[in-house]
């Protein structure tokens, strides 16, 4: 379904956020991305929905390549699940989850905020599968706490049926407690609605929990890709100790909290 | 332990917030204020100002300031509010149903006039019959100030329907191309660089005397305010929303409806309250050059000497944009 051949991404200022990444994700898959912050876990799935191009290296989506003639129509098959939500503030719950299919509506439509019946129902079927109330309806998103926003964004993200969810760190604002209700949600939508999932997370915990594939990113490489039993203490450990020995040289900056990988072993 | 952090903490530096260059700027400063202020006649303005203070608190024995206010207040004082007309010069009036609240009066005159028999100067009584409206002019100021108001409205709405294209083309995030992005900025540029009295001058002379050419003045100069603040606006507003929604492909103008503008909302209704309070005022002061409304009123009651009639006029303005100004508070804060 979703396919990285040799990818690189290189920024106007020289940097390498991606170097020669290859992936495959079959269709179905729940594919967790992990890594420390800095990775390029966010790099890498914002090549799939257009947001960033590969410098080098082809993104395929259902066996076509994305390039800029095919990019309007592929995005549409793609839905996006973000760390901030970007939800648009001051706007209702209801615009907002409608406002995940655009695409398919009219500008008149979209002008005048009159949404076809069909998109009606679909968006409040959606709003009760993430547990939202017909109260919140009308409510402005920004009235809404953290995990009920992002339960909003999952409602949006699944308008227009995508054949591919990226979720870019969708738990990393939110409260630990709440991480796993919304991962909980995101499994069972994608399950029931038969999306592929690319997932990027930094707790190999939840990842171990909710992944059927985990790969891991370590300064722009992929460094591990196997099942979640494959993903031990140790390989974790290296991971974050890499992240670890690049601060170490500045003894005043040592991170002060415990790195998720650190406390679980 | 304690030695190490005495030897970093010599190493630290906290400089002053001044330093010999901001005291020198601040010289610098100094002297252009003080050049300028002379060719302004600050010191006069102080000397006469400090003057009018002290006379009328009875400290100086004179002031020309003081005068001239003085001489304002009493010509300006009492406020005409009623209006004179000689039946003579009405048409088909009805003596049995006369306009609300007017009357009839009989106005005397006393002149010396020559008798051409005699040659000798006799004082001679001329009688003539006038009818009265006791707030006949307020009334008319008040329709002018209508007038006024509504020119200010279309003015505003003109300006807002101007704008958003302009400011959607004058956005750099939206902008299709450097060129429609400059046209655009330039346009903006310009409408606000002119003036509205000086285009409005301009327009008069092509729609004629009268309310176009003052709300197509005020609509061109409120374009080029609004469509700045609007691009800048668009500009600034949280990228987070449009990427989301451009990530799906829903295209410029749907990303701009739902993404961009209920976060700018806010802003936008301020500034075209804004626009509106600024146009009330200059829609009276364009008035002067023929774009009508009370500004025209204004102008040829000043040049007839009418003090009384230009008090009420002001009064009638200040009024008009005070309540102005209380019902746009409140309709921001029950909006916003």
Same mark, same amino acid.
Not at chain 1, 95 to 102: E, I
Not at chain 1, 181 to 199: A, F, P, Y
Not at chain 1, 215 to 235: C, M
């Given at each position: 379904?979703?396919?990285?051949?040799?990818?690189?991404?290189?920024?106007?200022? $020289?940097? %390498?956020? #991606?170097?020669?990444? *290859? =992936?495959?994700?079959? /269709?179905?898959?729940?594919?967790? !991305?992990?890594?420390?912050?800095?990775?390029?876990?966010?790099?890498?799935?914002?090549?799939?929905?257009?947001?960033?191009?590969?410098?080098?290296?082809?993104?395929?989506? $259902?066996? %076509?390549? #994305?390039?800029?003639? *095919? =990019?309007?129509?592929? /995005?549409?098959?793609?839905?996006? !699940?973000?760390?901030?939500?970007?939800?648009?503030?001051?706007?209702?719950?209801?615009?907002?989850?409608?406002?995940?299919?655009?695409?398919?509506?009219?500008?008149?439509?979209?002008?005048?905020?009159?949404?076809?019946?069909? =998109?009606?129902?679909?968006?409040?079927?959606?709003?009760?599968?993430?547990?939202?109330?017909?109260?919140?309806?009308?409510?402005?998103?920004?009235?809404?706490?953290?995990?009920?926003?992002?339960?909003?964004?999952?409602?949006?993200?699944?308008?227009?049926?995508?054949?591919?969810?990226?979720?870019?760190?969708?738990?990393?604002?939110?409260?630990?407690?709440?991480?796993?209700?919304?991962?909980?949600?995101?499994?069972?939508?994608?399950?029931?609605?038969?999306?592929?999932?690319?997932?990027?997370?930094?707790?190999?915990?939840?990842?171990?929990?909710?992944?059927?594939?985990?790969?891991?990113?370590?300064?722009?490489?992929?460094?591990?890709?196997?099942?979640?039993?494959?993903?031990?203490?140790?390989?974790?450990?290296?991971?974050?100790?890499?992240?670890?020995?690049?601060?170490?040289?500045?003894?005043?900056?040592?991170?002060?909290?415990?790195?998720?990988?650190?406390?679980?072993? | 332990?304690?030695?190490?952090?005495?030897?970093?903490?010599?190493?630290?530096?906290?400089?002053?917030?001044?330093?010999?260059?901001?005291?020198?700027?601040?010289?610098?400063?100094?002297?252009?204020?003080?050049?300028?202020?002379?060719?302004?006649?600050?010191?006069?303005?102080?000397?006469?100002?400090?003057?009018?203070?002290?006379?009328?608190?009875?400290?100086?024995?004179?002031?020309?300031?003081?005068?001239?206010?003085?001489?304002?207040?009493?010509?300006?004082?009492?406020?005409?509010?009623?209006?004179?007309?000689?039946?003579?010069?009405?048409?088909?009036?009805?003596?049995?149903?006369?306009?609300?609240?007017?009357?009839?009066?009989?106005?005397?005159?006393?002149?010396?006039?020559?008798?051409?028999?005699?040659?000798?100067?006799?004082?001679?009584?001329?009688?003539?019959?006038?009818?009265?409206?006791?707030?006949?002019?307020?009334?008319?100021?008040?329709?002018?100030?209508?007038?006024?108001?509504?020119?200010?409205?279309?003015?505003?709405?003109?300006?807002?329907?101007?704008?958003?294209?302009?400011?959607?083309?004058?956005?750099?995030?939206?902008?299709?191309?450097?060129?429609?992005?400059?046209?655009?900025?330039?346009?903006?540029?310009?409408?606000?660089?002119?003036?509205?009295?000086?285009?409005?001058?301009?327009?008069?002379?092509?729609?004629?005397?009268?309310?176009?050419?003052?709300?197509?003045?005020?609509?061109?100069?409120?374009?080029?305010?609004?469509?700045?603040?609007?691009?800048?606006?668009?500009?600034?507003?949280?990228?987070?929303?449009?990427?989301?929604?451009?990530?799906?492909?829903?295209?410029?103008?749907?990303?701009?409806?739902?993404?961009?503008?209920?976060?700018?909302?806010?802003?936008?209704?301020?500034?075209?309250?804004?626009?509106?309070?600024?146009?009330?005022?200059?829609?009276?002061?364009?008035?002067?050059?023929?774009?009508?409304?009370?500004?025209?009123?204004?102008?040829?009651?000043?040049?007839?000497?009418?003090?009384?009639?230009?008090?009420?006029?002001?009064?009638?303005?200040?009024?008009?944009?005070?309540?102005?100004?209380?019902?746009?508070?409140?309709?921001?804060?029950?909006?916003?």
């Amino acid at each position: 379904m979703l396919k990285f051949d040799r990818v690189t991404k290189r920024f106007p200022d $020289g940097t %390498e956020a #991606i170097r020669g990444v *290859s =992936l495959h994700v079959p /269709r179905g898959q729940f594919c967790v !991305v992990l890594g420390p912050s800095g990775a390029g876990k966010s790099t890498l799935l914002r090549m799939l929905n257009g947001l960033a191009s590969p410098s080098e290296g082809e993104v395929m989506l $259902g066996g %076509e390549r #994305i390039t800029d003639k *095919s =990019l309007s129509r592929l /995005r549409r098959k793609v839905a996006t !699940v973000h760390q901030q939500f970007n939800l648009t503030p001051r706007m209702s719950v209801a615009l907002n989850v409608l406002s995940g299919a655009l695409p398919q509506v009219a500008h008149w439509r979209a002008a005048t905020g009159w949404f076809p019946a069909p =998109l009606r129902e679909k968006a409040c079927r959606l709003l009760d599968e993430v547990g939202l109330t017909p109260d919140h309806l009308p409510r402005r998103v920004s009235e809404l706490s953290g995990g009920q926003q992002q339960r909003v964004g999952i409602a949006r993200a699944f308008m227009m049926d995508p054949a591919v969810l990226l979720a870019d760190e969708p738990v990393a604002s939110l409260d630990p407690r709440i991480s796993r209700g919304i991962l909980e949600l995101l499994h069972r939508q994608s399950r029931n609605h038969g999306t592929t999932v690319l997932c990027s997370l930094h707790q190999p915990e939840l990842a171990r929990e909710f992944g059927d594939r985990i790969v891991a990113v370590s300064q722009g490489r992929l460094v591990f890709d196997g099942t979640p039993d494959q993903l031990t203490d140790s390989v974790c450990e290296d991971l974050y100790h890499g992240a670890l020995n690049r601060r170490e040289s500045d003894p005043l900056a040592r991170p002060p909290v415990a790195v998720p990988a650190l406390a679980a072993a | 332990m304690s030695d190490l952090s005495v030897d970093r903490a010599a190493t630290w530096r906290l400089d002053p917030p001044f330093k010999a260059r901001h005291i020198l700027f601040a010289l610098i400063a100094l002297l252009i204020l003080a050049l300028t202020g002379v060719r302004m006649e600050v010191p006069r303005m102080v000397h006469d100002t400090v003057q009018g203070v002290g006379y009328a608190v009875g400290l100086a024995e004179q002031s020309p300031v003081a005068d001239g206010v003085k001489r304002i207040a009493e010509s300006v004082w009492p406020l005409r509010i009623s209006e004179e007309i000689e039946t003579a010069r009405i048409e088909n009036l009805d003596r049995n149903n006369l306009p609300w609240l007017s009357h009839i009066e009989v106005r005397e005159t006393r002149e010396p006039r020559m008798n051409t028999e005699t040659l000798q100067i006799e004082e001679t009584v001329e009688r003539t019959e006038v009818l009265v409206k006791p707030v006949g002019y307020l009334m008319h100021v008040l329709a002018k100030m209508l007038e006024t108001l509504e020119m200010a409205l279309w003015g505003t709405l003109l300006a807002v329907l101007l704008s958003v294209p302009l400011a959607y083309y004058a956005a750099a995030n939206y902008a299709p191309n450097r060129l429609a992005y400059n046209l655009s900025r330039s346009t903006i540029s310009l409408f606000r660089a002119i003036p509205e009295l000086v285009s409005a001058l301009f327009l008069v002379l092509a729609f004629g005397f009268g309310p176009i050419a003052g709300f197509l003045a005020l609509g061109i100069h409120g374009a080029g305010f609004l469509g700045k603040f609007y691009a800048e606006d668009i500009e600034n507003a949280d990228r987070g929303p449009q990427e989301a929604l451009q990530s799906i492909g829903s295209g410029k103008i749907k990303t701009l409806l739902y993404g961009v503008l209920p976060q700018v909302m806010p802003q936008y209704i301020a500034y075209t309250l804004y626009i509106l309070d600024r146009n009330v005022r200059m829609a009276t002061v364009i008035g002067i050059v023929g774009a009508g409304g009370i500004g025209l009123e204004l102008k040829g009651r000043f040049d007839m000497f009418n003090f009384g009639h230009v008090g009420t006029i002001l009064l009638i303005i200040f009024l008009t944009v005070f309540v102005l100004d209380r019902f746009s508070a409140r309709l921001r804060s029950r909006i916003l």
